[in-house]
């Protein structure tokens, strides 16, 4: 069975911090690794990595993989409020010609001002 | 705004009492999946629909059923329903199967209490 795991399971910071958030994954016929950020509304999508050591940029997130491990870490640096959210971590496998994305539990990411 | 709309948005029921949600994907999108999210369970994949065609299966218990319409929206039918089965219900939508899933859009969910 496909496992995705995520840590920490929480996490308080200040304004301006960076943080690391981290996911390891188990997969059958592993495709890509999606991440996405949820408020109280739903999931939006942020990244998806398929190859390992190509970091994806937007603004202050980054995220990579490394296949080889089987883990991805995304980054926020000078953290702001409007970052707190649940950050999700996805696993896309194959099943012969279609696909099914696994989700970790999530890390809930509080920015204090 | 993803473009992906469920309704209801809220519905409160009774044990035992069978309800329905449903998903229009957004424009041009042929996947649709079915995700249902608790507070103990997080995100868990439930269905994948492809342009009608069941194509992929998670957690779905078999006292829940889906289908995908001609005109692509979906419908997910959960019946007997118990205590446990009160959760955020979500429908999202892609363009592409398998092959290369890309970035899937989210509606806003249905939140399902079971009284």
């Known amino acids: 069975e496909d496992k995705v795991v995520q840590s920490p399971l929480s996490l308080v910071v200040h304004e301006g911090d960076t943080v690391t958030l981290n996911c390891s994954y188990e997969?059958?016929?592993?495709?890509?690794l999606l991440w996405y950020k949820q408020e109280k509304k739903a999931p939006t999508f942020l990244f998806m990595l398929?190859?390992?050591?190509i970091e994806k940029k937007s603004g202050r997130l980054s995220s990579i993989l490394d296949k080889k491990e089987l883990f991805s870490i995304l980054n926020i640096t000078a953290t702001q409020t409007g970052d707190s959210a649940v950050y999700l971590c996805?696993?896309?496998?194959?099943?012969?010609?279609?696909?099914?994305?696994?989700f970790g539990k999530g890390i809930t990411l509080s920015v204090r001002p | 705004d993803s473009g992906v709309t469920q309704t209801p948005k809220h519905l409160i029921t009774a044990t035992g009492q069978r309800v329905t949600l449903r998903c229009s994907p957004r424009?041009?999108?042929?996947?649709v999946y079915w995700y249902q999210q608790s507070l103990d369970q997080g995100l868990q994949f439930l269905i994948q629909?492809?342009?009608?065609?069941?194509?992929a299966k998670g957690n779905i218990l078999e006292r829940f059923s889906a289908q995908q319409f001609p005109d692509l929206h979906s419908e997910l039918n959960l019946s007997s329903l118990e205590l446990g089965d009160s959760a955020l219900y979500f429908c999202?939508?892609?363009?592409?199967?398998?092959?290369?899933?890309?970035?899937?859009?989210f509606g806003p969910g249905t939140r399902l209490t079971v009284t």
């Open positions: 999202a939508s892609s363009r592409i199967l398998g092959g290369a899933l890309h970035e899937q859009y």
């Open positions: 997969v059958t016929n592993f495709r890509s």
């Open positions: 398929t190859s390992s050591g």
């Open positions: 996805a696993v896309e496998g194959s099943t012969g010609a279609n696909s099914k994305l696994t």
């Open positions: 424009s041009g999108d042929l996947s």
């Open positions: 629909y492809y342009n009608g065609e069941e194509r």
